[in-house]
């Protein structure tokens, strides 16, 4: 679902009304992945309670929780690497 990105972008745009660091706003992508994925956990998880028993919520929550973490990170890793890779051989100023 869109909701927990949908949320973020709500967070963040609110967030950076006010003047921020560079350093405040290279630290965003980050603690994006962390951020969507509890409300994504708890979304996801709400379908499996219709079938599961309430034992196993949690269990499902942090399962949800992890994958969202995975993909997360599996997006922000190679974005920041390459970032990292311009500004060193100084194709990038930031």
């Known amino acids: 679902s869109t909701i ?6 709500i967070g ?5 009304r006010k003047p921020r660091s560079d350093r405040a706003l290279r630290r965003v992508p980050w603690m994006a992945p962390v951020i969507i ?3 994504f956990a708890l979304w996801a998880a709400s379908f499996d309670l219709r079938r599961l028993e309430w034992s196993n919520a949690w269990g499902m929550v942090i399962l949800y929780g992890g994958v969202a973490l995975v993909v997360g990170y599996a997006y922000v890793l190679p974005i920041q690497l390459t970032f990292l890779v311009l500004k060193g051989r100084g194709a990038i100023s930031a």
Do not use: S
């Open 37 to 39: 994925a509890v409300p």
């Open 4 to 9: 927990p990105y949908l949320l973020f972008v």
């Open 12 to 16: 963040f745009v609110l967030w950076t």
